[in-house]
């Protein structure tokens, strides 16, 4: 049994010694606790801090004080944050907020659980941030900070364009050569060359535009959003509308909860016109060098028809998806097989293969879709499960995302949903994920049981976000497929491993043998080091430590943050489902 990296526990009210404070004024609780807190910060009183947290709490920063995104476990440790950084980052002006959603609640998490939340604004030498308290009740009527995140919204010398900042310039007939020597880049040279005209490669653009930063994003596809035209016909997102809102631009409110690819794909072209982001599709980064002496990258361009352009920026970012190459194992015979294998990556549609059989290999979320869709098409399908999979209902994903998302501003939601550290959102995802699984998608799962396909509860039974932070896949959000399934119209194999090859299929370990016509590999994507391998020299390439995956302080290992290399960089949506 793999040992949880993550053994912290819970501070219920038993382990602490208290009965259920419901009867407490919030306001009053965390005004008390906030002079307190901004007393000691103001005397740059370290130890005064610290006593203010439980002995095993937390302090979790995003940018504010250490330019990073950092966990510190324990009043030891915090205390080490705050005597390196407090007075070099001058921490001050802090506030209560009580506007409507931000305002001081006393939340009661489990009936054994209960913690009190509010958030307070600060400012830094640098710029404006939120932080996001969680007391719990002690003995004493106190009441101490079991965790504390600290966000930077803002920079001072940096401030976004909006409102009162946004261009107030009018224009008659000017605009449109001005936006074609901006994207062509005619005078200058960009600061930022982004790698993926996807929604986090446009996001990160966005948000550099509208700071002043000239940002050019590169695309292969010769449309913006292509990423997701070309992935399979029937590919819809798993995860709620409000869970992929992009910055300065929200989605209608007519929009459907659950986005098909090819609709995102619009979306996304029509965000990059409309915020008037620097693009060029159908392009290619053919070389690049590093100057150490000028800490800039040499980026040589493929623009297909137009020819090949060399730029000096400073900062290059690789926003190429959580995975890297297609993964296809390799099993002997291929070449005899008469039928046709692709991995889910060249798969498009069952349209053609009515009639016929076919067998997905795979059991997360592009298998379960494309085992439909074979489904529905009228096609003897069977999925070959190689491993147990983390499977919950979109209805459980809805209802979890939507205690934050749903009612919330999506950058006040963002910052709840990043405000608690990995080890706590454990401790509460492992009691989350059974409840589930015992009530919500019990009937799912007993049917899945009954028909052979084996489930399990995610990483230390925590759901889909370990497995997706720490693996990248391993879940299927069930949009329907589990019902075939359970009703036999998706037939399961699995127990015995892939033997080979055959003329007409698959042969297993067990003796048996599968027919198909078509095959198709759902079995994810390699390292996402692999596209920066191929446009980066090896000197520079084998300097990158690992990008996907969590450090010891529960962090992305390299996403967002220095990965091994100065100006390189991963961006990637890393809280796409956090369940």
Not at 453 to 462: C, P, V, Y
Request: glycine share 8%; proline share 4%.
């Amino acid at each position: 049994m793999v040992t949880d990296s993550f053994p912290q526990r819970l501070p219920t009210l038993d382990r602490l010694g208290v009965t259920d404070p419901s009867d407490v004024s919030s306001s009053e609780v965390a005004t008390e606790w906030l002079n307190t807190f901004s007393a000691a910060i103001t005397q740059s009183d370290t130890a005064a801090v610290v006593n203010l947290f439980l002995e095993d709490g937390f302090w979790k920063d995003v940018i504010a004080l250490t330019w990073d995104f950092r966990t510190f476990e324990g009043r030891k440790n915090i205390k080490k944050l705050l005597d390196a950084r407090l007075v070099a980052m001058g921490l001050n002006e802090l506030r209560l907020l009580q506007e409507p959603l931000n305002e001081p609640v006393l939340q009661k998490v489990y009936h054994d659980f209960v913690w009190l939340r509010f958030c307070f604004g600060f400012t830094t030498k640098h710029g404006k941030g939120t932080a996001v308290v969680y007391l719990v009740p002690l003995p004493d009527s106190k009441w101490k900070a079991y965790t504390l995140l600290t966000c930077l919204n803002s920079l001072t010398n940096f401030p976004q364009k909006l409102g009162p900042f946004r261009n107030r310039e009018t224009d008659h007939g000017s605009w449109e050569e001005k936006r074609r020597q901006e994207t062509e880049f005619s005078n200058n040279d960009p600061t930022v060359i982004v790698i993926g005209a996807g929604h986090s490669g446009l996001e990160t653009a966005a948000r550099l535009k509208y700071i002043g930063v000239p940002t050019l994003v590169i695309d292969k596809k010769p449309r913006v959003g292509g990423s997701w035209k070309d992935r399979y016909k029937a590919l819809c997102l798993h995860d709620t509308i409000w869970y992929n809102q992009t910055p300065y631009l929200n989605f209608p409110p007519t929009w459907p909860v659950y986005t098909p690819a090819a609709k995102l794909a619009d979306w996304l072209e029509a965000y990059a016109s409309f915020l008037e982001l620097d693009v060029w599709t159908a392009s290619t980064i053919t070389k690049t060098s590093w100057n150490n002496s000028t800490k800039t990258w040499s980026i040589e361009v493929n623009r297909g028809g137009k020819g090949t352009r060399v730029l000096t920026v400073k900062h290059l970012v690789f926003a190429t998806g959580s995975g890297g190459r297609p993964k296809v194992p390799d099993i002997p015979g291929k070449a005899s097989f008469k039928g046709s294998a692709v991995h889910s990556s060249e798969f498009k549609s069952a349209a053609n293969h009515t009639g016929k059989k076919a067998i997905v290999v795979g059991c997360c979320n592009s298998a379960h879709d494309i085992a439909q869709d074979f489904c529905s098409h009228g096609v003897d399908i069977t999925m070959y499960q190689r491993s147990s999979t983390f499977v919950i209902s979109t209805e459980s994903v809805a209802a979890m995302l939507g205690a934050v998302y749903n009612d919330f501003p999506t950058e006040l939601a963002d910052t709840y949903n990043t405000s608690l550290p990995r080890a706590v959102v454990r401790r509460l995802h492992q009691r989350m994920v059974s409840m589930v699984a015992e009530t919500t998608d019990k009937a799912i799962l007993d049917g899945l049981a009954k028909v052979g396909f084996k489930t399990n509860l995610g990483i230390h039974g925590a759901g889909s976000m370990s497995l997706y932070l720490e693996r990248g896949g391993g879940y299927y959000i069930d949009t329907g497929a589990s019902k075939s399934i359970i009703d036999g119209d998706i037939k399961i194999k699995n127990g015995s491993a892939i033997e080979s090859f055959t003329e007409n299929g698959l042969r297993f370990a067990d003796g048996t043998e599968l027919q198909a016509d078509i095959i198709v590999f759902a079995t994810g994507y390699g390292d996402p080091r692999d596209f920066m391998r191929e446009v980066c020299e090896d000197e520079i390439a084998s300097k990158i430590t690992r990008v996907w995956g969590l450090d010891e302080e529960g962090q992305s290992a390299g996403v967002w943050r220095y990965c091994g290399h100065d100006g390189l960089w991963f961006a990637n949506h890393i809280g796409v489902i956090d369940i």
